[in-house]
C-alpha cells in the first residue's frame, strides 16, 4: 500500500521525537554509579572531577538495588596502560533484608609512570532492608610486595553508609614490612526500606623506587549477622566473600538496570522507525 504524502509528513516527525525524547530520558552512569576506578593527582577521596587523570575513569552500572537473600559477584579486571591495573572480585549480599554486606579483595599494580599518583578503587550498592538502628562496621586487610614496601606505598579506606562517611582506615605511610590491619566499629546508623553502602580504597605509590609495585588486599563494610560465623583467617570480621556465600541465596546477575535496557530499546527503535519513514517519504 502507498502512503500518501501528507502521512508521510505527519508520521516522520513524530516517530523522530518518540526516539529522541527517550533517548534523552535515559538515567546517567552518575545516578546508579555501582563501581568506579580513577587514577586521581590528590590524596582525596572520592577523587575530586578536576583531579582525575584524563582517560583512567572506568565505570560499571549494574542492576542496582539487592533485595533480600541475594548476592552479587562481580569479577574487576581494570587496565590503564602505562600507568596501573587492578584486578579483584567485588561481593555484595543481603541477608534477610537486614544484614547487609560490601566486600571487595584485589591487587592494585602501578608501574613507573604513576609515580605520586593515586588509583582509586570504590563500588556500591543500594539494599532493600527493614527500617531500624543498626551498627555498621568496616574492615582492611592489605599485602604489600617487596617492592611496595621498600618504597613506602601506602593503602587508606573508607566506608559510607546512605552517604555518611565511616571513620578512614590505614595509615598515610608505608607498609612498613608488615600487613595493614585494621578495622573499626560499631557505628549506629538509622536506615529505612532501602540502605546505599560504599566501599572505596586509595592506593599511593610514590616515586624512586622498584617496579612494579603492588598492593592486595580484602576490604568492606556490612551490618553483619551474628549466626553466620566463617573460618577464614584472611576474613576475621566474617564478610559474605565469593567463597563464603550462604544456604538458600540467591545470585543475581550484575546486569544493567531494566528501565534503561527498555528505554534504550525503545529509543532505537523509534530512531530506526523515524529513518524507514523518510525513506519511503521520499518515494511519495
Known amino acids: ?9 505527519q508520521l516522520y ?3 523522530l521525537w518518540l526516539g529522541l525524547s527517550l ?7 552518575a545516578q546508579a554509579e555501582d563501581v568506579a576506578i ?15 587523570v584524563a582517560g583512567s575513569l572506568f565505570q560499571l552500572i549494574p542492576n542496582n538495588l539487592l533485595r533480600a537473600n541475594r548476592y552479587i559477584v562481580q ?7 602505562g600507568f596501573a591495573s587492578f584486578s579483584g572480585t567485588f561481593v555484595t549480599a543481603d541477608a534477610g533484608g537486614k544484614f547487609i554486606y560490601a566486600w571487595g579483595t584485589g591487587t592494585a599494580t602501578v608501574t613507573a609512570a604513576m609515580s605520586n599518583l593515586y588509583l582509586d578503587v570504590s563500588f556500591r550498592q543500594n539494599y532493600v532492608t527493614v527500617p531500624g538502628v543498626w551498627s555498621f562496621g568496616e574492615m582492611l586487610n592489605a599485602n604489600c610486595d ?10 587508606g579506606f573508607q566506608g559510607q553508609v546512605n552517604g555518611a562517611n565511616l571513620p578512614t ?37 610514590p616515586a624512586g623506587g622498584n617496579f612494579n609495585q603492588s598492593i592486595t588486599l580484602p576490604f568492606g563494610d556490612d551490618f553483619p549477622d551474628p549466626s ?9 570480621l566474617n564478610f559474605i566473600t565469593n567463597l563464603d556465600i550462604p544456604d538458600g541465596f540467591t545470585q543475581d546477575a550484575n546486569t544493567p538496570e531494566p528501565s534503561y535496557v527498555v528505554l534504550l530499546a525503545a529509543g532505537m527503535c523509534g530512531l530506526w522507525l523515524a529513518r524507514a519513514r523518510s525513506r519511503r517519504a521520499s518515494k511519495c
Open 23 to 29: 533517548f534523552v530520558a535515559l538515567p546517567r552512569a
Open 13 to 15: 516527525p513524530a516517530a
Open 169 to 205: 582506615l590505614g595509615p598515610q605511610g608505608d607498609c612498613a614490612g608488615t600487613n595493614i590491619v585494621a578495622s573499626a566499629g560499631p557505628f549506629t546508623k538509622t536506615v529505612g526500606t532501602v540502605t546505599t553502602m560504599l566501599a572505596g580504597a586509595q592506593f599511593f605509590f
Open 146 to 155: 617487596a617492592n611496595a614496601v621498600a618504597d613506602s606505598s601506602s593503602i
Open 38 to 52: 580513577v587514577i586521581c593527582d590528590v590524596a582525596q577521596f572520592s577523587c575530586p572531577e578536576g583531579d582525575i
Open 1 to 9: 500500500m502507498t502512503m500518501s504524502k501528507l502521512q508521510c509528513k
Open 75 to 81: 569479577p574487576i579486571n581494570y587496565v590503564d596502560p
Open 228 to 236: 553466620i560465623n566463617f573460618n577464614d583467617p584472611n576474613n576475621p
